[in-house]
């Protein structure tokens, strides 16, 4: 009888642990995706160079362009017709001019 109820306390216990414990909850680390298209304009375009903007330099325009930022650092790419992505990547080394800081370069290596 003493083994019978302890089972059945030990069963009992697991049970109403499992139905009563809290749901696990994903912990939000920081990074958010989101589509951006509306910061970028073409080179060509009239409001391009009022410092506001962004200037994309790619064959796809500035459609499909979106950013990853991750505790204050982001992250740029654009989707092609076939949904490959491809980096929109500032310039480096060095640079020049008041709007280097709002220049992005396609690259065409997928990722």
């Known amino acids: 009888m003493n083994r019978t109820m302890l089972v059945a306390a030990c069963a009992l216990a697991v049970g109403l642990g499992t139905v009563l414990a809290p749901n696990a909850a994903a912990q939000d680390i920081g990074l958010r995706?989101?589509?951006?298209?509306?910061?970028?304009?073409?080179?060509?375009?009239?409001?391009?160079?009022?410092?506001?903007?962004?200037?994309?330099?790619?064959?796809?325009?500035?459609?499909?362009?979106?950013?990853?930022s991750f505790h204050g650092m982001t992250a740029i790419y654009q989707l092609d017709p076939q949904g490959r992505k491809h980096a929109l990547n500032p310039p480096s080394a060095f640079s020049i001019g008041a709007f280097a800081r709002q220049l992005y370069f396609w690259d065409s290596a997928t990722y």
Do not use: M, T
Not at 40 to 57: E, H
């Open 33 to 68: 995706e989101y589509p951006c298209s509306d910061q970028f304009r073409v080179p060509w375009a009239l409001d391009a160079w009022n410092g506001i903007n962004k200037v994309a330099f790619s064959p796809f325009g500035s459609d499909n362009i979106h950013c990853v």
